[in-house]
Structures are given as structure tokens and as C-alpha cells.
């Protein structure tokens, strides 16, 4: 059978269409002999499962092929003309709508590998056998009068149960599906053959007897064929289930002989026990396929990561939330002069110098406890042998309880007297020119930049200066640390609307200096106007507080020829004075004779 559905051309098409024919013959007399009502119908479910496994299905040969068999199955079970050939036409409707919407919503390249193929594809199978089952009870009651819910019921719950299983039974035990699961170890076809034995013998003593109610017999062996043989354990295990079953059903044993009321009643129970049996199994065995999947692809990378980390010169290492070293590549042993199995569960504070644990240990701390997140410090270490050795330590929080991981770089070649000299400078210059509260430049950087810029070209320069407007009272009221948020606040507003040639510092408490080059007079007062207007327009919002605007008053001073740095400054200072006494918030321009010129923000 599975090699038939293996085939890819008119002629297995052809084949599948008799083999179809042959089980719906033997449905029909299945059925007869257990009574009016079909129990299950798994032919439709033999041509469905050949549509999705074969490329090359001969779909112009199929549909007629299908109407003339089906015609002659059921005018052969003695019904009229009209039943038959609607029968027939319900039968293609349901194949060709099940194929369709599984290829769509369900397709079988991830069949048994995800937990949602299994309800996907029992959606789409309700709803293929819903619409042929509107068609069949419409036969039904044209041809010989039997009420449309109830022949459509009949035929759902006939065909239904058919497809749901048995499509699944017939791809999983497929020869030709050469996908499979490479990383799952199959166990040998003794195991195998004894699961299955297992699963039927569990289905003989619940189906085979009448008095007890032993249906949660079939999970263990159900789910132990599963645990063992993925899909296709749980696929042969529920047909072997549903064979059992059906056949002491139509032979009037089984727990559901008890209940009182028409065949149809047992049937529907049984159908039931099924449909929990399907849901139960084949989810089961896609995550446990999942599961190997994704184990065997994280040992993959485990291996491969092993593979380039042993080739690393740089050491890479990982450490406990105590400390202690659980991971070293092989360039430890270089580094540290010792056998990697020496090192392991060893403090890693151990092979620092004395003078450099202090520091490396309250930054370690603080990344262990969650208060950063990554590290990097330049420390030394002793080796076995005497020798100290300068490294970069790059080190990273994992997850919490695990440490942290990172990497480990021998600088010493380049950790020459003079390098470290030039960064102890160049770190302490920037300390010295810089504002620590406001991050901008201070007064000494500022008039560096002064100096520098009127030595080489004097002819485009004016200075700012302007103060916070009332910033004593924001101290007053709120406290220091407010008032430093509006500084900073303020700071980052101006820097903002400058040039990139411009330069903004801090230079004394609320006051501020704007160095502008390469404007002429009126481009550096337009300038200095959007400055005003930009702080009295910013809301500072405070954490936990008030949101607080505030206003600034400026003086602005454009250079004139032979006039030196000192007599550029006093002019901007004594406008800024103007600008204060004349009510704040507003510009002064520093002119010869400092005329009332002003700007008065918005």
C-alpha cells in the first residue's frame, strides 16, 4: 500500500484508485454486517494520502476514474441511481477539499515534526467532511427520503474518523518518506514488534470484555510505542487500536455494549475513544521528535563551538556564581602555565596579584549581582612559573545562577610603560577640561579654544554667555539634585541647537559660555536668539516631581579688530548684565556704546 502511494505517474494513480475501490468494498460490507450505521469509512482517506505523497499525481485521470468506482460501489450496495452518484460526488468533494486545504494550512513537510500539525489537520479534515457530508444527505433525501441532519450526521461520523486516522497511519508509515528523524536511534524491530503486541494485547482486554471500563488501559502502551517510535509508533499504534476496537464493536463486545439505545449510540462512543486516541498520541510524538531536534542541533553547535574554541588564541572561560572557573578553553594552559584540570573549581581571584583582587572583586560582585551587566578591567597575573602576565578581562552576565562568561586577552606586549603613561594623561586631560556634572567643557577647556581660534582667525568670532534666570530659587525649592537636572537639562538643550564647529561649556555655577566661529555678526545674534527661545520653550520633566521651565538671560559679544580675548569676554559679561537687569529672558548684544538692543524670547 505504501509503495503504491510512493508513485508518481497515471499508473499508480490508477492503482490507488482500485485499492481505493477494494476498501470501500470491504467498508460496505463491514457495515452491513454490523448494522444500518457506518462505522468507519477509511477509503477516502487512501486517496487523500496519495494526493499529498505523490508530485506527479494524475489529476485530470483521478476525478472521473473516482465518479465511475464510487458509482459502482454503492449501486452494488443496492442503492438508487441518484444515492450512488451523489455518493460519488460527495466522496470527490471531500478528497479534493481535504488535499487542498492540507497542502494550505497543513502542509506534510512538517508532519509529526510540530504539535499543531495534528489539530491543524483535524480541522481541515472537519471541515473537507462537513462539506461532503451537506452533499451526501442531500442524495440522501432526494433519493430515498431519510431526513438531511441525520444522513448528514451518518456520514460525518462515518468518514470523519477515517480520514482523521487513517491519513496520518499511511504518511507516517510511508517507506519513501526519506525525511525522517536522523536524530533519533530506532530501536530494533523485535522492540518494535513487541511495542505493537504490547498496544494490541492492551486493546484486546478493553474491547474484548463488556463489563468493565478499562479504556485507560490503552494509554501506557500507547504513549510507550510513542516515547519509543515517535509518529509512527503512535500512527501503527492507533490503527492497531481502531482495528481491535471495530472489530469486537461489530461483533457486539465491548465496554460500550452496557449503554442503552441504538447502534449508532456504541459507535459514537467508540469514535470518541478514537478521536482521544489521535489527540493523545500524535501530538506526543511531535514534540518528542521536536525534542531530539533540537537537542541533536544544540549538541551540534556545542561541538562546533568546542571545535573553534580549542583554536582560539584567547582564552575563553566561564565561572559559577561562586567564583570558580567551569570553563577554559586549551589557551589557559598557555596563558596560566598550568593544566586546564588544575585550574577548574579554583577561584579565579587566585592567580591575581594581590594589588589588582580589590577591584576585580567588587566589579565581579557587582556583575554577579545584576547591578551591571558586563565587565571590562585590565588586571595582572602570576603565573606557576613567577612571571606576571597584564590581560584584558571581557567578562559578561549570564543567566541568573550561572555566572558569568567571557573572555581573556594577554595584552602584556602591548602594555608598555609608555602606553599606560599616555593613557594616564590623556584620561586626566579630559578630567581637567571637562564638566563632571554636565559632561560639556569647562572654563579652562573654553578658553583654550578661545585662545586657539583668535590666534588663527579673530574675524568671525562671537561669544555668549548667559546664566539660569532665578536657578537660586529651583535650589531653594527643590534641592541641589533638581537643580542639577535643570543644568543638566539646560546643557543638553543648548548643545543641541549649536553647530558642530560651535562650542558650548560650562564655566562657573549656572553660568554658561557659547564659543561661535565662521558667522558673521547677524548669523551669530540669530543664533544666539534660538538658544533663548529653545530653553524657555523645553519642559523638564523631574522624576517623582514637578515639571519645571526654565529661562535664561544672555550677552553676546561679536569681535572687533585689535581687541584681545579678555576685552571679548568683558563685553559679553557686562551685555549678559544688561540682560539681567532689563527683566531676564532675553538677549543683549554687546555693541560699542551697548545700545537697548534686545531680543525678548517668546
Known sequence: MTAILAGRNSLSTILTCVVWCLVAIASVGWTRHGGSSAMIWPANAVLVASALCMRNFDWRLFPPLLLVLSTLVNLGDHRPWVTSVGFAGANLVEILLAVFLARRFSPISDFFEHPGWAFRFALVTAMAVICSAAVAAEALYFSEGRGWLGGATTWTMAHLPGVLITVPVLL??????????PDHDSPSSLVAGGLMALVAGAAIVVYGQAHYPFQFLLLPPLLLATYHLYAKGAALAVAIIAMIGSYFIFTDVGPAMPFHGPDSLRIYIFQLDLATIFFCALPLGAVLTQRDQKAALAERRLRDFRHLADRVGDVLFRVDAFGRWSYLNPASEQLFGVPVEYRLGQHMLESVIPEDRPPLSRALSELVSGSREDLRQVVSICRRDGTIRHVEILAHRLDEDLGYGGLIR????????DEQNRRIAEANEHAANTDELTGLPNRRAFF????????????KIAVAIFDLDHFKLVNDRYGHPIGDIVLQRVASTVLAAVRDGDMVARIGGEEFAVLITDQNPEQAISLARRLVRAVSSDSIVVPSGPTLHVTISMGI???????????????????LYVAKRGGRNRLMIAEDTLTEQTANST
Open 557 to 575: 559679544a561679536c569681535h572687533r579688530p585689535d581687541e584681545d580675548h579678555a576685552a571679548l569676554i568683558e563685553r559679553a559679561d557686562q551685555a
Open 172 to 181: 507516517a508509515l510511508n517507506p519513501y518518506d526519506t525525511k525522517g528523524n
Open 410 to 417: 594577554d595584552i602584556t606586549e602591548q602594555f608598555t610603560q
Open 448 to 459: 583654550q579654544a578661545l585662545h586657539a581660534c583668535m590666534a588663527q582667525d579673530a574675524a
